[in-house]
């Protein structure tokens, strides 16, 4: 439980939605234009959609931000500050967790 609710207030409090890069390949926080050197120009050419820039781990010149808009962006970050604070809390009935894990169709 530690290590979940450690993620939503990272995520809630800590990162840097604006400014801050998600970069598995790096494996450290790493601010977007204090490490532009860091990035393909390809990523740092694509728009932004107001926040959260995710870089590929794979093909690392994309910037994986294309699948957000700004709507979205800001509805996500809602939704993890709420989960944070749930967490904290211990109250989760509003969390809308399932009893079990959903069926994984994609591995039958």
């Known amino acids: 439980g530690a290590v979940l609710l450690g993620f939503f207030s990272f995520y ?8 801050e890069v998600v970069s598995v390949r790096l494996g450290t926080r790493t601010l977007l ?9 390809h990523f740092l050419a694509k728009p932004s959609c107001g926040s959260l820039n995710i870089e590929d781990p794979i093909e690392w010149e994309r910037n994986l931000n294309f699948a957000l808009d700004s709507g979205h962006a800001a509805a996500l970050q809602m939704k993890i500050k709420a989960t944070e604070t749930a967490l904290q809390s211990g109250d989760t009935s509003d969390l809308n967790l399932p009893h079990k894990p959903p069926p994984q169709r994609w591995l039958e």
């Open 33 to 41: 234009d204090e490490s532009s050197h860091l990035f393909s120009p």
């Open 12 to 19: 809630a409090h800590d990162f840097d939605w604006q400014k």
